[in-house]
Structures are given as C-alpha cells and as structure tokens.
C-alpha cells in the first residue's frame, strides 16, 4: 500500500528556517513526479516545489522562489524541504504528494498524499 508520512513541522518566527521531510513506502519516488504542497485556511492547495521523476522539470511557486528549496533522496526514498526567511504567509499545512500519471503542478493532478504537517510562522 502506498504511503507518504511528512514530518518535521512546528512553530517557527519570522525569518527563521524550517526542514520538512517526507518518507514514502510502496511506491518508488523515483518513478514519478513528487512535490510539497501547503493549504492555509480558507484558502486552496497549491503547489510549493514539484520536480518530475527525471529531474528535469522543477516548479518553484512565485511565493516561494529563492527561499524554498527540494531535495530527493531516491535510495532512501525520502523526500524534502528546506525553507529558509520565513513570512508569515507562509502558515500553512504542509503536504507530500506523488503524481503517477505524468508531470503536473496542480493538486488535482497528484495521487499519493501524507496526512499533512503544520507550519506556524509567527513571534
């Protein structure tokens, strides 16, 4: 069964960094498109970082550019998230997801999800 446990949220002040992880089970990530998304209340998902399964294409969102970077680790098939000056805005839930059928940077087009973990960002 396939599986995707984000961690490594928590409260942190502006400005300040933050390291997210992911670990998958039952899939390879590797084989497909993976990417971190986040969901602040009432608003949508929205795609934060994407890359496709062979690294060629990569999504950074215009909100997060220059203060966000991804990395994978296909051995340990694990996924993350760095992000660094944090704002504020950038409260939200954040998600691990997987898109087996292709490349896409839009929730919908993502299969695999973890549970979520939250980030506060506030003094």
């Known amino acids: 069964q396939e599986q995707m446990v984000e961690s490594g949220g928590g409260l942190v002040q502006p400005g300040g960094s933050l390291r997210l992880s992911c670990a998958g089970s039952?899939?390879?990530?590797?084989?497909?498109?993976i990417g971190w998304f986040r969901q602040a209340p009432g608003k949508t998902r929205e795609a934060v970082v994407c890359i496709s399964s062979d690294d060629r294409l990569a999504y950074y969102g215009d909100a997060v550019k220059d203060r966000f970077s991804i990395w994978v680790d296909a051995a340990k098939n694990s996924l993350g998230l760095h992000m660094k000056d944090l704002k504020a805005d950038d409260t939200a839930v954040y998600y691990c997801?997987?898109?087996?059928?292709?490349?896409?940077?839009?929730?919908?087009?993502?299969?695999?999800w973890g549970q979520g973990t939250q980030v506060t960002v506030s003094s």
């Open positions: 039952g899939f390879r990530f590797d084989d497909y498109s």
């Open positions: 997801a997987a898109d087996v059928r292709g490349w896409g940077t839009k929730a919908n087009e993502y299969d695999y």
